[in-house]
């Protein structure tokens, strides 16, 4: 979880940084670089999409292994 944890955060890092240097050179007027961070932050939304649903495939395997645990208790 940890290593999710980490990538999540480096993940929203690179959403906010390719958000702020779109923006930047949309003033400057640089419309290729605009363009380029448009098409990374595309991505880089994609993959944290990918994560969340990692996550939360993860979250429900762990729990369905908890409940099997309990239920061998009892």
Same mark, same amino acid.
């Given at each position: 979880m940890?290593?999710?944890f980490i990538l999540n955060i480096v993940i929203n890092l690179?959403?906010?940084g390719a958000v702020y240097y779109g923006y &930047?050179?949309?003033e400057a007027g640089n419309i290729l670089v605009c363009g380029i961070s448009i098409a990374l932050l595309v991505v880089f939304i994609y993959f944290k999409?990918?994560?969340f649903?990692?996550?939360q495939i993860d979250l &429900?395997?762990?729990e369905a292994r908890r409940r099997q645990g309990q239920?061998?208790?009892k």
């Open positions: 940890t290593k999710n690179l959403i906010v &930047k050179s949309y999409r990918v994560l649903k990692k996550v &429900k395997n762990e239920e061998k208790i």
